[in-house]
Antibody, heavy 116, light 108 residues
Framework: EVQLVESGGGLVQPGGSLRLSCAAS????????MSWVRQAPGKGLEWVAN????????YYVDSVKGRFTISRDNAKNSLYLQMNSLRAEDTAVYYC?????????WGQGTLVTVSS | SYELTQPPSVSVSPGQTARITCSGD??????AYWYQQKPGQAPVLVIY???ERPSGIPERFSGSSSGTTVTLTISGVQAEDEADYYC???????????FGGGTKLTVL
């Protein structure tokens, strides 16, 4: 059974940093692109970033370029999102999803709240 | 930046057919995907590659494509289909993933 479990969310002040993790199991992690998708409270889905199987290609939505970094550790079956210079508008549930451009499997999400 | 446009809301009575459209300039070149999301839950893929249905998704869900518009059709709508529906695709370069703004389906 495919499982994606996010962790690392919480309350952070504007300008602060947070690192999200996603633990994957039930499939060969190193064979798949992986992505982060977020959803602000009461709003729609927004793709954040994705990463190729070997980490050699990474893409980001314009609003997070230069602030967020996606990475992965295939030995640990884990996906990460380092978030720096956080803003109020980054407040959202962050989902880890398997795939680069379509998402059959999603985690349950982790809430990031940016507020003073 | 590239955008996908969906109607904010669609309402239908049980047993009727619901159609949700999604428009975008790159849709003739890029596949579209549809997700169903119920409150407090993660999204569920209901249509992939414009018209394919994942295992376990009821046959009443179907997808179609025509030019710059893709359509999710739900035939014989049931109360349990009430949810938010999102289309998703990529820009013409294929490097940016885009979601539509979402459509709230209300079953009257």
């Amino acid at each position: 059974e495919v499982q994606l479990v996010e962790s690392g969310g919480g309350l952070v002040q504007p300008g602060g940093s947070l690192r999200l993790s996603c633990a994957a199991s039930g499939f060969t992690f190193s064979s798949y692109w992986m992505s982060w998708v977020r959803q602000a409270p009461g709003k729609g889905l927004e793709w954040v970033a994705n990463i190729k199987q070997d980490g050699s290609e990474k893409y980001y939505v314009d609003s997070v370029k230069g602030r967020f970094t996606i990475s992965r550790d295939n030995a640990k079956n884990s996906l990460y999102l380092q978030m720096n210079s956080l803003r109020a508008e980054d407040t959202a549930v962050y989902y880890c999803a398997r795939g680069g451009g379509s998402y059959l499997y999603w985690g349950q999400g982790t809430l990031v709240t940016v507020s003073s | 930046s590239y955008e996908l446009t969906q109607p904010p809301s669609v309402s239908v009575s049980p047993g009727q057919t619901a159609r949700i459209t999604c428009s975008g300039d790159a849709l003739p070149k890029q596949y579209a995907y549809w997700y169903q999301q119920k409150p407090g839950q993660a999204p569920v893929l209901v249509i992939y590659k414009d018209s394919e249905r994942p295992s376990g998704i009821p046959e009443r869900f179907s997808g179609s494509s025509s030019g710059t518009t893709v359509t999710l059709t739900i035939s014989g709508v049931q109360a349990e289909d009430e949810a938010d529906y999102y289309c998703q695709s990529a820009d013409s370069s294929g490097t940016s993933v885009v979601f539509g703004g979402g459509t709230k389906l209300t079953v009257l």
